[in-house]
């Protein structure tokens, strides 16, 4: 290989390196992300599992409430 072809080869190997460091760091923000967004859906998920426990309740006090008017 001339020395043109090996510089070219390396330039282009350096570049890859930068864009493979570069992917490693958004995959890391994108696993950080995902994880967070799973942590907030299960809050979100409990918080309206207790508002339909609330709601059921409450329906049924009132159905107690007109059978007992």
Do not use: G
């Amino acid at each position: 290989m001339e020395d043109a072809d090996l510089q070219l080869l390396s330039t282009r190997l350096e570049q890859l390196i930068q864009h493979l460091e570069q992917l490693k760091v958004q995959n890391r923000l994108l696993l950080h992300s995902e994880q967070a967004w799973r942590e907030e859906r299960a809050q979100l998920i409990e918080k309206n599992e207790m508002a339909r426990v609330k709601v059921e309740s409450m329906i049924s006090r009132l159905k107690a409430l007109e059978q007992d008017s």
